[in-house]
Nanobody
Framework: QVQLVESGGGLVLAGGSLRLSCVVS????????MGWYRQAPGKQRELVAI???????NYADSVKGRSTISRDNAKNTVYLQMNSLKPEDTAVYFC???????????????WGQGTQVTVSS
């Protein structure tokens, strides 16, 4: 079974920084993309950043210039470094991966349990 475990969330003052981590375990086969999403109370889950196999990255406009997604392939871990945090960054942050499996045409998506980020003013 593929499992994703996030960590690194917490309470931080506006203007501060956090680094979120996501460790992936199990039969991952071929990972097409790894990303971070977030969901604030009363809002839909939204994309924060994604890293596509090959090194391409994309960021939501709301975090562009303040956040960096990166990988440590040896540790099978993806990170989200967030700087200059704002109260509107408060949300549960979820790790996400998309996987291809041998002999299967469809792609598979897995989610972590989420880690809470709270930014106070």
């Amino acid at each position: 079974q593929v499992q994703l475990v996030e960590s690194g969330g917490g309470l931080v003052l506006a203007g501060g920084s956090l680094r979120l981590s996501c460790v992936v375990s199990g039969s991952t086969f071929s990972i097409n993309a790894m990303g971070w999403y977030r969901q604030a109370p009363g809002k839909q889950r939204e994309l924060v950043a994604i890293n596509v196999s090959g090194g391409t990255t994309n960021y939501a406009d709301s975090v562009k210039g303040r956040s960096t997604i990166s990988r440590d392939n040896a540790k099978n871990t993806v990170y989200l470094q967030m700087n200059s945090l704002k109260p509107e960054d408060t949300a549960v942050y979820f790790c996400n991966i998309e996987i291809s499996k041998p002999g299967r045409a469809e792609r598979f998506v897995y989610w972590g349990q989420g880690t809470q980020v709270t930014v106070s003013s």
